[in-house]
């Protein structure tokens, strides 16, 4: 059967685009598009030639090269703390980084140039391996860097890791655990098979198999591990190895043949580099190649090659001054627009959301990717069948970056601004928010608006009635139990057995949970009324400034703008809100059902450590939420910001951090670890 015409056309048009955009890397050194972008299309081209062999010629782009369980996990201190490496991001970095290590070593009175090994930074788990007399005791994971959890149990599974040592030595040495991409793909085949989820990456299902209480689903995962440092080392009197006395090498390049010669499996691709020059060089080659490796690599580990001048930088609070972790840019990939559909928000207002192929990217399956608003569409001329570039870096949201016209065929068609919207109800009129991009419903009570305020009302930034998800709360709606937020506070045990799969123990379960929630503090009250352009941050600041909710309803536009971070449009969203008949007769119901706590204004009359500090978070927390970090800031006197500036004093790095910390690292704010973060607020 003959490949359709439409199939035949796309790969004639991703050979065309592969090609040139090949000539232009390579031989006028151009980088239009990003390698991970160009690596995509490559990709799609493959693929097609795989379902459609009958169409691969032999100037083909990919034709030039043929080719016993445990109950609960305990905790256990680190006998050496552990720390995490700063971060950089280009060549400007890591010239500023060698220039810091040059001078303090200037200053101490030592050579200053001294040369680096390079390491890959495998994208994996952390974990702290220890050994007595040669002989496996103890693995255990990272924690806040002072406390882990005992993982032996499964760390033994792992065929990588050797039991006893080539010598009979005391050892600390720490690692990376991690799922080879290999066995990423037989597990996700085997979930298939069985019809059950896939999973989204490699790195995510390494940290929940290393947690896994039972050690024989664990051997059945393979995971491996790269070891790359010794943290302590202790050997019997008069050890020799290899015709030397046995002890901590001179170098970080012979620590790492030394962990090999005792039996630890090490990444084989470290390199000595004379200079910060061969360093960006390495970076660069191996941003190239990573994908061919059999694990996620996110980055180059860069530390000064000798131990005397490691000795002598030591470390900061947060990380050593002799190593950084030199990332690699945001992964890129390309995938097709199938459609542009709109989706009403809570507040009534439309957002364009691009609906794509499916694409792997920054280590996660994409399938949608916001175009915030109309004249955005117009400034990427986005169109329903495009080859765009998608990218998605840290804890940023996927994003479209740009759209390869040259991949158009004629058939991708423009996105036409409606007149009328359905979802907003009542003929479905819409109309453009003054003095800002963005259309709203002119009906502000429509079906959706509401079902999207309940699941905002039970979400855990504003009233967190848990076990009363989006499920529960569609089935209430169509149940006609709930309409307003009040109705949830007046829900019997009889009303909700009478509903499909709503089990006794389960609605015993949502009553409790949403009894917890009766006392709640003004600001959560004030992130639950979906006010137009009041989000979390907005709403503490309220509740620093007003002493109840009947002081805010009574604020006028003047006072509201006095308040630092409500500007004109917030204050006169929040004015407008009260105003209005409807939302303040919802109000009055709710409140019947309530207690508001008065927490806030504690915090504002507590003269607290963190008093006048404004924070920013950044990155996954490891032994706290962001929510929870949030909170104990707010109680003690700081105030918390989603954007990185001049006036931000910390910005809180937890693991994979986003674009705020090299906003941080440019501006010169100070960057706590997790467990700085920790010891500033006990």
């Known amino acids: 059967m003959a490949a359709p015409k439409e199939i035949q056309e796309r790969i004639n048009k991703l050979r065309q685009t592969i090609e040139k955009y090949r000539y232009e890397y390579h031989v006028l050194d151009k980088s239009t598009i990003s390698p991970e972008a160009l ?62 290590v040059k001078n303090f070593l200037r200053k101490a009175g030592l050579n200053e140039n001294p040369t680096y090994t390079c390491e890959l930074k495998i994208d994996g788990l952390k974990i702290v391996f220890e050994y007595e007399n040669g002989i496996l005791v103890t693995a255990a994971t990272r924690g806040d860097g002072r406390v882990g959890e005992d993982v032996t149990a499964n760390v033994r599974t792992i ?33 298939l098979k069985n019809d059950e989820e896939v999973y989204a990456n490699p790195r995510n299902v390494a940290a929940g198999t290393i947690r896994q209480l039972d050690p024989r689903i664990v051997a059945l995962r393979k995971l491996d591990v790269f070891v790359y440092d010794i943290a302590f080392l202790r050997v019997p009197l008069g050890t020799i190895f290899k015709g030397a006395p046995l002890g901590i090498p001179p170098s970080q390049k012979e620590e790492l043949e030394l962990l090999q010669e005792l039996g630890f499996k090490v990444n084989k691709h470290f390199k000595l580099c ?72 809570r507040t009534g207002v439309l957002t364009p959301v691009a609906h794509l192929r499916p694409a792997l990217v920054a280590g996660s399956i994409v399938s949608r990717a916001t175009l915030h608003n109309e004249d955005e ?11 765009v570039i998608l990218q998605k870096a840290g804890d940023v949201i996927p994003d479209i970056v740009s759209v390869l016209k040259e991949m158009r065929t004629g058939k991708e068609r423009e996105f036409v601004w409606p007149k009328f919207v359905s979802d907003c109800g009542e003929g479905g009129e819409i109309e453009r928010i003054t003095g800002q991009a963005a259309w709203r419903c002119k009906n502000k009570n429509s079906f959706i608006q509401k079902k999207r305020k309940l699941y905002h009302f039970a979400s855990k930034h504003a009233f967190d009635i848990e076990n009363m998800g989006p499920k529960v709360v569609d089935a209430l709606l169509n149940a006609e139990l709930i309409a307003t937020y009040d109705d949830i506070f007046t829900l019997k045990k009889g009303d909700l057995l009478a509903l499909p799969r709503f089990a006794e123990k389960s609605v015993d379960n949502l009553l409790s949970s949403i009894d917890k929630t009766r006392n709640i503090t003004l600001s959560r009250l004030i992130i639950s009324l979906s006010i137009p352009q009041v989000g979390e941050e907005t709403a503490h600041l309220l509740s620093k400034k007003f002493e109840s909710i009947e002081k805010l309803k009574e604020a006028k536009m003047e006072r509201l703008e006095q308040i630092e971070g409500v500007g004109p449009i917030v204050a006169e969203s929040i004015v407008s809100w009260f105003k209005d008949k409807e939302n303040i007769k919802i109000l009055n119901k709710l409140l019947k059902h309530i207690k508001i706590l008065n927490h806030e204004l504690g915090i504002m ?78």
Request: glycine letters at 8%; one cysteine or more.
């Open 377 to 387: 569409i117009k400034r990427l001329d986005v169109r329903i069948g495009d080859t």
């Open 274 to 345: 004379k200079n910060i020059d061969e360093v960006v060089k390495y970076w660069k080659e191996w941003h190239d190649k990573k994908d061919k490796q059999d694990y996620l690599i996110d980055g180059v580990v860069v530390k000064v090659n000798e131990k005397k001048y490691q000795d002598a930088l030591g470390y900061t609070g947060k990380a050593p001054r002799f190593g950084i972790a030199l990332k690699f840019p945001a992964e890129q990939v390309t995938t097709v627009v199938g459609d542009i559909v709109l989706q009403v928000g």
């Open 605 to 682: 009359n507590y003269a607290g450590k963190l008093k006048g500090k404004t924070f920013v978070l950044t990155g996954t927390l490891e032994n706290m939420s962001r929510d929870e970090a949030k909170e104990k800031i707010r109680q003690l006197g700081g105030s918390v910001s989603s954007s990185v500036s001049r006036e931000t004093d910390y910005v809180v790095a937890g693991e994979n951090p986003g674009s705020k910390y090299g906003n941080a690292i440019k501006l010169g704010v100070k960057i706590l670890s997790e467990s700085e973060f920790i010891n500033l607020i006990k």
């Open 159 to 191: 065929d990588a890791v050797p039991i006893r040592l080539n010598k009979s030595v005391d050892i600390i040495v720490e690692g990376e655990c991690f799922l080879p991409k290999s066995q990423f793909q037989i597990l996700n085949k085997r979930q």
């Open 39 to 100: 690596d995509s299309l490559k990709k799609e081209l493959v693929d097609l030639e795989g379902q459609y062999p009958e169409l691969i010629t032999s100037d083909s782009p990919t034709q030039r090269v043929a080719g016993e369980p445990l109950k609960k996990f305990q905790k256990v201190s680190h006998k050496i703390a552990q720390w995490s490496f700063n971060d950089a991001f280009n060549e400007e970095d890591m010239t500023a980084f060698d220039e810091r």
